[in-house]
């Protein structure tokens, strides 16, 4: 095996700057904040590294370590990247650099419990993304969920403690039943191989030997606990009350890398585990996935509170992803990670300009603001864009993934029906309504109030956030073949290997 | 092949108003003179486009210059084979008389609006927002693939969003600029669904590869229903965009937006759009799409007509009539009038233009007064602005020697003769109707603007003629409306160059029974026109082929007997709906009021524009916001009341079990104690301390041991 250990630098950066964090004094406030900034931001950079050292034309795992940790059993400690992994670790580290650095002035108490928490919560999104073994995977999936049920109960609005409880235990519901699935999954290894192995790719082969009746039930345990994290609807209502309560950073870290953490479980494992299954039950989740588009558009609509209204997005935005990979078609599932990056950066800037206005004010009624465009000229801008991003206005990077989607769809022959794609096309205008209904009633018109004449506008700081965000949101948009390229490669192996198991001709 | 370096000029052409939008947005603020940098740059794009039109007409009519290159690969695997999304380029004829119109009427509107626009608080951000205008518009003419198209569609649309919304403290501003964006979003949603489908059979977004799919007999989902349904739902963006029927909506009220930009977007280039995309996809319509989409511009070119006759804000009577306009352009592609059509769109965009730059003037003179009820007797103290107003009006009306006449008159015969050949009259009749009503509506405007006595001293006395910025724009669009442009026939365009030469109806692809009967040709018969062009064939043999004639000779002979019937008709309801517009208004023979109040039912109906507005927000936007809130409320109550019910049921049963621990588990364990504690005060009896008392115990229990041992042990 080769001998990179750059994935395993990359993954325990942070674990390391979260003890040495330990060690410096909790008054210092501005050293704590600034050394987290600069843990993530090495670990950024060293997952840079990991990309420069990715090989993208491959589609099999890279930059592999492995440890045996349960010798008995056979399951190690055991990462690597393919390019679905790969593009994921660096949304990750560029959305935490960005969050740590926007907390700068939204947190204000225990700074260095927050600032903790925010690496270890790194660690655990790094190790979902990186695992190669299933056990490996469940332990990260899990250890994620306390650092973020702190940040929310402990930096959350006024009702944190309810918010952060049901985020908690919705998912943890869940996760449960992906536990009993993996036990019964590996016994079954066991007795298929008279191994033990909890190695994905040597799962991959067992899984569609499975027979399908047994299948089903897998493929239902490990997609529910991953449709509640999308949200997919019906399972979606945890992720307002989680967004409206978290803090701004809770909140771009739940859009832009928690949720895709379902979505790449998907991919990982409910489809090239449980092809048959996936198959099968297809028509029946891109149904719900296409009524979380239009349902969470609509729902978005009426929102009164801002951050709820972008909450209800997310659910029509996942809506598309989980569209667009259960239609299976190159098209569609490279659509579906690229909307996935998308989702990140444009609901994470979203979050953060929405953040921005509620530390002046402290209000995010929409209903509260009313004319600040001459005000605020800059923040104003910055709104519109980041709003006709998530709009998928042609040019910036939201069109990209919704019409790669949307193609797929169309003619996806495992879904075989192109009502699906149509019925979410029509997305497209409702999603226009509620952005720029909002827009309008926060930027347009005359001064509400005379107290809003007194918004300072974005600082340099907030300016400088957002405008990294822009660049990818617009490079996306552009050219986005920068970031295809990554996953090209696993994204063709994974449907090759899933058509052929269900030997449809392609 | 050829000298000239098209594709590069093209891309100049393209990105030089990118780049004026990004330096005056940015630098906008800090230095005043930015607005010079975009109307140079725009100005610098039109002599490019003067010359790369006068270049490719003159030299390479015939040619078709192509250039493509891939965006989004997605590899090329044994499985899928080659997937991968291109945009590219394509310069014929049309693309460069639109491109001129487009850099004409962009510059002139730059111009106007330096004078137009001064003392505003955004003054350069304005000249940004036609820096990008010009460049989405500019990839629409260029694209030669239906992604590109929908691409630039869609920055087209944010670009008329920003400028409708200018002025956005007013709330009736920010209204209009967020209904036509989401009124074109629905029309776009058609349009999207039409690429999908033509994506998903044909692997390509580029229109002559799809032509010549099409041609070899591939059909969507291999059916000529699907056919027609794909050509009905690529024309719904062209709805949406060129405010046709229903979708027309959003147009008077995007008036909201500085008259300048209602000259520049909503009259002659952004509207138009729609008319272009129908004009690029005309090959692959079947004859039903057609008739579809004739019928679209024949209710769009009479409702709104209606609605013009009585409005009484100058810039509403205008959009009315433009609508109207490009209602007739749409019908002319509907009944195959493909030269025409384009050939309108032309003429159109200069007189339009022209129009509300002109009513631009007006209102600038009248400090922003725009009901024509508080004008009148103008024409003194704006001269320049009345002569060219009265040159366009006549012009849209269709009188001979205009430049409208010659389009207007040609969009009416081909109605006629295609009434002739296919039966479908009505298109015909709704013309001229349509024709007599322009007619009678422009005078009106003309008349109560400019004519009898100023209704309104005050403002009449502080009127006076726009600088020259403003006037020299109306002054070269009213010589644009000349008809010696187009032709030296001033009676028929096509004899002049722009029929004759510059505008040649495509092939159409779609196979032949499903086209309209003289659409095919005929093979014994060898018109004119096609001799021509085997000649031309044999020359170059290759790529001329989407340049042949599609009509037959039965159309040919059709269009040339209705030629003058048409033509004296459309002269005469001209000419009556001016002398109408006269006797109501100049001479005032008949009182308008009283007309009004005669047939006051039909009138309040005009004058509230069908009640469009109040039937779609009672339909579609109380719907849609009645059903979002029953959406909430049920998510709220419904699907996260399960969830939290959930949460309460579990909370109950673990009270529940509380309780059961509590009482029953723990109760057994603090049973057993009690009764072991029971146990105890029994046994206690015995241990009294006494040795006579043990040991007859042991004795005891040692006889029963052995009792025990004998009866059942050994």
């Known amino acids: 095996m080769e001998q990179n250990l750059i994935l395993l630098y990359t993954l325990f950066a942070p674990l390391v700057g979260a003890m040495l964090l330990l060690f410096l004094p909790k008054e210092k406030e501005g050293l704590i904040r600034a050394f987290g900034i600069g843990v993530s931001l090495i670990t950024f950079f060293l997952s840079l590294a990991a990309w420069s050292m990715f090989d993208a034309s491959k589609a099999e795992f890279q930059l592999q370590q492995q440890f045996l940790w349960l010798s008995r059993y056979n399951i190690s400690f055991h990462i690597g990247a393919d390019g679905l992994s790969m593009i994921m670790v660096l949304l990750t580290t560029f959305l935490t650099t960005l969050t740590l650095w926007t907390s700068w002035s939204g947190i204000a108490k225990k700074v260095k419990e927050f600032t903790f928490f925010m690496l270890i919560l790194e660690v655990g999104m790094l190790g979902v993304f990186v695992s190669v073994d299933l056990f490996l995977f469940y332990v990260f999936w899990e250890a994620m969920l306390i650092p973020m049920y702190f940040i929310i109960g402990i930096w959350g609005g006024e009702q944190r403690i309810y918010a952060s409880i049901k985020f908690f235990i919705y998912t943890m519901a869940g996760s449960l039943l992906m536990l009993v699935a993996i036990i019964w999954l590996f016994m079954y290894a066991y007795n298929d191989v008279h191994m033990y192995t909890s190695n994905i790719n040597d799962l991959y082969k067992i899984g569609p030997k499975i027979p399908f009746e047994i299948q089903k039930w897998l493929f239902l345990a490990f997609t529910i606990s991953f449709a509640i994290k999308v949200p997919l609807f019906p399972f979606h209502t945890w992720l307002p009350d989680a967004h409206v309560q978290a803090p701004t950073a809770g909140s771009v870290i739940l859009a832009g890398v928690l949720l895709k953490m379902g979505t790449y479980g998907l991919l990982r494992f409910s489809i090239p585990l449980f092809p048959q299954s996936a198959h099968y039950f297809a028509p029946a989740i891109s149904t719900l996935a296409v009524i979380g588009i239009i349902y969470g558009a609509l729902v978005a609509m009426v929102q009164t509170d801002m951050k709820k209204l972008v909450a209800y997005s997310s659910v029509a935005h996942l809506g598309f992803v989980v569209l667009g990979i259960f239609a299976l078609t190159p098209e569609s599932v490279q659509g579906a990670i690229i909307q996935m990056v998308n989702h990140g950066l444009s609901t994470g800037a979203l979050f953060i300009l929405v953040g921005a206005i509620y530390e002046r004010t402290h209000t995010r009624e929409i209903d509260a603001y009313g004319g600040i465009a001459p005000i605020v000229p800059v923040y104003s801008t910055l709104l519109l864009i980041v709003s006709l991003s998530s709009i998928g206005l042609p040019g910036l990077n939201g069109f990209i993934g919704e019409f790669l989607i949307l193609i797929g769809a169309f003619k996806s022959p495992v879904l075989n029906n192109w009502m699906f794609s149509i019925v979410a096309a029509s997305g497209v205008i409702f999603a226009a309504v509620y952005l720029l209904w909002m827009y309008q009633r926060v930027v347009f018109g005359p001064v509400k109030n005379e107290g809003l004449r007194a918004l300072k506008d974005v600082t340099a700081r907030e300016f400088t956030i957002v405008a990294l965000l822009l660049v990818f949101i617009v490079w996306i948009g552009v050219y986005p073949a920068t970031f295809m390229k990554i996953t090209e490669a696993s994204t063709a192996k994974l449907i090759k290997e899933t058509l052929t198991t269900l030997s449809i001709r392609y | 092949m050829n000298q000239i370096p098209f594709i590069p000029i093209a891309l100049i052409i393209l990105v030089l108003p990118l780049i004026g939008f990004f330096f005056t947005l940015l630098f906008g603020k800090k230095i005043k003179q930015m607005y010079l940098f975009e109307t140079g740059i ?98 629409i003419v260029f694209t030669h693939n239906m992604l590109m198209m929908y691409i630039f569609w869609e920055l087209v649309g944010l670009s008329s969003y920003l400028l409708i919304g200018f002025w956005f403290e007013k709330k009736s501003a920010s209204d209009a600029s967020k209904k036509a964006f989401v009124v074109n979003r629905v029309g776009d949603f058609g349009m999207l669904a039409g690429i999908l489908i033509l994506f998903a059979n044909y692997h390509t977004f580029t229109f002559d590869k799809v032509f010549a799919q099409i041609s070899q007999g591939v059909l969507p989902f291999n059916s000529e229903f699907w056919l027609t349904a794909m050509g009905i739902l690529l024309f719904c963006g062209a709805i949406g965009k060129s405010a046709q029927f229903p979708l027309h909506v959003w147009l008077p009220d995007a008036m909201e937006g500085p008259t300048p930009v209602s000259a520049l977007i909503h009259a002659a280039t952004m509207v138009a759009a729609g008319v272009y995309l129908t004009v690029r996809i005309f090959p692959l319509l079947t004859g039903d799409a057609l008739l579809f989409i004739a019928t679209i511009g024949a209710i769009s070119s009479f409702i709104p007509a209606t609605i013009a006759l009585t409005q009484n804000d100058i810039k509403k009577v205008l959009a009315y009539s433009t609508i109207s306009q490009l209602g007739y352009m749409v019908m002319a592609l509907g009944v195959g009038a493909y030269a025409y059509g384009f050939f309108h769109l032309v003429t159109h965009a200069f007189f339009k233009a022209g129009l509300f730059l002109g009513s631009g003037s ?78 009678f509506y422009m005078f009106r405007l003309l008349i109560l603007t400019f004519h009898g006595e100023p209704r309104n001293e005050e403002k009449y006395h502080h009127a006076h003629e726009s600088p020259a910025l403003m006037t020299m724009p109306l002054v070269l669009l009213a010589i644009l409306s000349i008809f010696a442009f187009y032709t030296i026939n001033p009676l028929s365009a096509q004899t002049g160059w722009v029929l004759k030469d510059w505008l040649k109806t495509p092939a159409s692809v779609v196979p032949e029974h499903a086209r309209y ?42 269009l040339h007997h209705a030629h003058y019937p048409a033509m004296f008709l459309s002269l005469a309801v001209a000419g009556l709906g001016i002398l109408f517009a006269f006797i109501m208004y100049f001479w005032r023979k008949i009182n308008a009021d009283k007309l009004a109040d005669s047939v006051k039912p039909l009138y309040k109906f005009s004058l509230n524009k069908w009640y469009f507005d109040e039937f779609y927000d009672f339909a579609f936007v109380n719907g849609t916001l009645l059903l979002s809130r029953f959406l909430a409320w049920f998510d709220s109550t419904i699907v996260d009341g399960i969830v939290n019910g959930s949460a309460v049921v579990t909370r109950q049963l673990s009270k529940l079990s509380g309780l059961f621990d509590t009482y029953v588990v723990d109760g057994l364990v603090n049973l057993s104690a009690t009764l072991s504690g029971l146990l105890g005060i029994f046994t206690r009896k015995f241990q009294t301390g006494k040795v006579q008392t043990y040991i007859i115990m042991v004795v005891f229990s040692l006889v029963a041991l052995l009792f025990i041992l004998m009866n059942y042990g050994i």
């Not at chain 2, 989004?72 to 310069?91: H, N, P, R």
């Not at chain 2, 602005?385 to 205009?402: E, H, N, Q, R, V």
């Not at chain 2, 000649?535 to 340049?547: G, I, T």
């Open chain 2, 42 to 139: 725009i100005t610098t794009a039109l002599g490019l486009s003067i010359y790369m039109a006068f270049m490719k007409l003159m030299y390479y009519a015939n040619e078709k210059i192509v250039s493509e290159l891939t965006w989004i690969d997605l590899g090329s695997t044994k499985a899928f084979g080659k997937i991968s999304v291109d945009l590219g380029m394509m310069i014929d004829n049309v693309t460069v008389l639109m491109l001129f119109v487009v850099c004409l009427i962009s510059t002139l509107v730059h111009l106007f609006s330096i004078e137009y626009m001064k003392g505003d608080k955004r003054y350069n951000r304005y000249f940004s927002y036609l820096g990008i205008f010009t460049f989405s518009m500019l990839g």
């Open chain 2, 362 to 439: 007006v209102i600038h003179a009248m400090h922003h007064e725009q009901d024509i009820r508080q004008m009148g007797g103008l024409k003194k103290k704006l001269p320049i602005t009345y002569t060219t107003f009265l040159i366009f009006s006549l012009a849209i009306s269709g009188i001979p020697l205009t430049s409208g006449f010659l389009s207007k008159d040609g969009i009416l015969a081909s109605a006629y003769a295609f009434g002739n050949l296919t039966g479908y009259k009505i298109f015909a009749i709704s013309g001229f109707l349509v024709a007599l009503m322009t007619a």
């Open chain 2, 517 to 558: 009967s003289f659409m095919v040709q005929k093979h014994d018969e060898k018109p004119e026109a096609a001799v021509k062009h085997e000649e031309a064939v044999a020359e170059k043999p290759a790529a001329e082929s989407e340049h042949t004639i599609i009509h037959s000779e039965e159309y040919t002979e059709a």
